[in-house]
């Protein structure tokens, strides 16, 4: 039977970090309880779209703790489960009676009606894809909303009665109970899936939860967030001298004009150019930080070190392992040399954390339940007796979120706007063995991609955009001569947060254009394939 203690995926449980924000800035926060639906993360994306702090939590944490933090309402996920299952994922009973604003989604929604008193069965038709609902009662969740709306279901179970105190707020050609409620117990539940953009006014209903149910406010803004950060680091950091992890992509470069903003020439920036940038890379960032930013500046080549490290290494996991360890070393080794330097910013996101899904040395996070899905070299890879304190002010943002809060810091467009780019940079896009050679082909194929694809227009509507290269050869005709020579994967996807993405459906002559002349280009190079999975199943990068 599967162990539902392991179900809960995508989560990262903050305790200690929630209760001082929610609590001590006076925030409203709002959490999320997740029962493993792959749209969990999307729910707290959309209430922090509406300007209020939410977090995601495991699905079973304690009614005790929530009154803790202070939470102003909790919205129950979807799941993959069944509510009469045996071994089904369940809530506290005390959670019913806690006198909390409660929006259950999809599973949300069933086991508040079953563990309430109603009866949930596995329906006589499934119900997934677009559906129309038809809106019964106006007030509350649907206040301002007309008499139907478009919405996203995704079940095989169904409400079939309601507890007591609850009534039918809407319905579906084929779900009488596709939105219930309890008014004054302020218990309410949604069949379908306001979070998803297919549920077109969903953010309406979420923003009336939280704003109309549970009285939030509207607080938690980039602004507020760079006062509050500002002084948290200054409290941090005191008098003493932070160095920080620079890769020059958005995440590092915003935290880098955070710091910098809080503590001024306390701050050095070092970029540890571990050999697997791309082409050019060391000299833009180093323009960039000296030139525009005025900020102290660290150059260090460490090229021939990272490739002895991993000299025939191959596996993934081993790959991020080696890359983390070494990043702190060597930051240890080289701050030793600029004199006393306890702290150590870098930027990382929640989505690293979440993948990872591991305890970290620095802060003491630990999501019990959730599955490592890959190893962040700037979460997992850390060593446990690193010298130095991390100082992560971006842990708790999505990439969307990084970028506002570099615009309002004064981060040049050029870099708000760039793909992401790995911390192990090309090393986790060359499967197999890193060697300076095989870095040397994929930077020459990188560049044309990018280039190519920035001349169509199309670098700003794709997540990430680059190639792989791939731990084979095959037989090619060039010249009217056999070749054997690499095969590069091109991976082109959309995102808005990295959670979920789809492979992009470009153009076929973009396509052509750009496996032209990389098999014209590089001579290491025969064929081009496209990747065109999407995530899940797959992840975005190859490792």
């Not at 994922?89 to 006198?99: N, R, T």
């Not at 990272?306 to 983390?324: A, C, D, H, Q």
Request: with cysteine; net charge positive; aromatic share 8%.
């Amino acid at each position: 039977m599967y162990n539902y203690r392991h179900l809960t995926q995508k989560i990262s449980l903050f305790f200690d970090f929630v209760i001082n924000f929610a609590m001590q800035k006076k925030h409203d926060l709002i959490v999320v309880l997740d029962f493993g639906a792959q749209y969990s993360m999307l729910i707290a994306r959309r209430v922090r779209e509406c300007n209020v702090y939410c977090e995601m939590l495991p699905y079973d944490t304690p009614v005790s703790e929530l009154k803790k933090m202070g939470v102003s309402g909790i919205i129950l996920s979807g799941g993959p489960s069944s509510v009469y299952e045996k071994e089904s994922p369940q809530v506290e009973k005390a959670l019913w009676e806690s006198g909390l604003p409660i929006l259950g989604i999809c599973y949300g929604l069933q086991l508040m009606a079953k563990d309430l008193g109603g009866s949930v069965k596995q329906g006589k038709k499934k119900e997934y894809g677009k559906a129309t609902l038809l809106i019964d009662d106006k007030t509350n969740i649907f206040a301002g909303l007309g008499d139907q709306i478009q919405c996203w279901m995704s079940h095989g179970d169904t409400v079939v009665s309601l507890p007591e105190g609850f009534k039918q707020l809407a319905h579906t050609a084929n779900t009488n109970f596709a939105a219930v409620g309890n008014q004054e117990k302020k218990l309410f539940g949604v069949q379908f899936h306001p979070e998803v953009v297919h549920t077109p006014q969903g953010i309406e209903i979420i923003k009336n939860f939280v704003y109309i149910v549970c009285s939030g406010k509207p607080t938690w803004t980039t602004k507020n967030f760079i006062e509050e950060s500002i002084k948290d680091i200054k409290a941090t950091v005191g008098k003493e001298k932070i160095l920080c992890a620079l890769s020059g992509g958005v995440d590092s470069t915003t935290v880098a004009a955070l710091i910098h903003k809080a503590v001024g020439d306390q701050l050095t920036c070092m970029f540890i150019d571990q050999g697997f940038m791309r082409k050019n890379e060391a000299k833009k960032i180093e323009e960039l930080f000296t030139k525009k930013f005025k900020i102290k500046f660290a150059h260090i080549d460490a090229a021939k070190k990272f490739f002895e490290k991993l000299k025939g290494v191959s596996e993934p996991e081993r790959k991020r392992r080696i890359i983390g360890e070494n990043f702190i070393r060597t930051f240890e080794e080289e701050a030793a040399k600029l004199g006393k330097m306890p702290f150590l910013a870098q930027g990382t996101l929640y989505p690293d954390v979440i993948e990872s899904a591991v305890k970290t040395p620095a802060k003491g996070y630990h999501s019990k339940a959730a599955a490592r899905i890959k190893t962040h070299h700037n979460v997992g890879g850390l060593p446990e007796d690193m010298q130095f304190q991390l100082v992560e002010p971006l842990r708790k943002l999505f990439k969307d979120e990084v970028r506002k809060l570099g615009r309002e810091l004064g981060v040049p467009d050029e870099i708000i706007s760039r793909q992401p780019f790995p911390g192990p940079g090309l090393a986790i896009r060359i499967i197999g063995e890193v060697t300076p050679k095989r870095v040397r082909i994929l930077q020459e194929v990188d560049d044309i991609i990018v280039s190519e694809i920035k001349k169509a227009g199309f670098y700003r509507k794709l997540w990430q955009s680059f190639g792989v290269l791939l731990p084979i050869r095959t037989v090619g005709v060039m010249g009217d001569k056999r070749t054997y020579l690499n095969t590069v994967a091109l991976r082109c996807v959309t995102s808005s947060d990295a959670m979920t993405a789809d492979w992009a459906r470009l153009p076929y002559d973009l396509l052509e254009q750009i496996s032209n002349r990389i098999v014209n280009e590089s001579p290491a190079v025969n064929r081009v394939v496209y990747d065109i999975s999407s995530k899940p199943p797959s992840t975005i990068e190859w490792e």
